[in-house]
């Protein structure tokens, strides 16, 4: 089974509105972290936002929130007022373990998102 | 300077060749990584370095083999690769703390786009 599920392989939307990626994972530990990362076509990974498993309020920064369900087992990334330099692929991905070490970051298939203008 | 640096940004090399992808971290981080990113899969690890020190080998094949001299320079010397290792090939580096981090971020560098004949 996947860690990670992103269902939408390729979303659209019009410059300056909000859109919303998804990401489910799946895990049986209590303490674990997610989150999302964005990969332009220069293919440079590039962190986004972090939500921490016992996070009580969703984790914002800047235009990029994370819409946290926990009992649902999803992970959202919500971008709001798209710009035409949102358009890259987005990667939710999942940290989990005794130790929490980087070598259980388990990655999605990601999101191809294209923000027209 | 980004804080990641890889080179070259692309290789073709043909089944007999030996070459290495080379990758630098400006950030003063500990741990250093190679993941490979396959069209249409998810992002894998191959190796991880903590300390300089191999901690991971995710059951990579030995005709690629890491090198790492100090906790900024990360190698990867490739030979006698097939058609199918054909991949971006991304570097990260992290500071990795004595405890358990779920929030541990990963810095990216841009990638080799291989191309092996």
């Known amino acids: 089974a996947q860690k990670i599920t992103q269902t939408q392989p390729g979303m659209f939307v019009q410059e300056k509105e909000a859109v919303t990626l998804d990401c489910t994972y799946d895990?049986?530990?209590?303490?674990?972290?997610l989150f999302w990362y964005k990969q332009p076509s220069s293919g440079e990974m590039i962190f986004l936002i972090y939500?921490?498993?016992?996070?009580?309020q969703n984790a914002t920064e800047g235009r990029y929130s994370l819409n946290f369900q926990k009992a649902r087992k999803s992970a959202n990334l919500v971008i709001s007022a798209s710009q035409l330099g949102d358009s890259a692929m987005y990667f939710c991905?999942?940290?989990?373990?005794?130790?929490?070490?980087?070598?259980?970051?388990?990655f999605g298939k990601g999101t191809k998102l294209t923000v027209n203008p | 300077e980004t804080g990641v640096t890889q080179t070259p940004r692309h290789l073709v090399m043909g089944m007999t060749n030996k070459k290495s992808l080379k990758c630098e971290q400006h950030?003063?981080?500990?741990?250093m990584y190679w993941y490979k990113q396959s069209a249409k899969k998810p992002l894998e690890l191959m190796f991880v370095?903590?300390?300089?020190?191999?901690?991971e080998n995710n059951s990579v094949p030995s005709r690629f083999s890491p090198e790492c001299p100090n906790s900024s320079h990360l190698f990867l010397h490739l030979h006698t690769l097939q058609p199918e290792d054909s991949a971006l090939y991304l570097c990260a580096s992290s500071q990795r703390g004595t405890g358990a981090d779920f929030g541990e971020k990963l810095f990216f560098g841009s990638g080799t786009q291989l191309s092996v004949l």
């Open positions: 370095y903590n300390f300089k020190e191999q901690t």
């Open positions: 991905a999942m940290r989990e373990g005794d130790q929490g070490g980087s070598e259980k970051l388990v």
């Open positions: 939500q921490g498993s016992y996070d009580e």
């Open positions: 950030l003063g981080h500990n741990a």
């Open positions: 895990t049986s530990d209590q303490s674990y972290g």
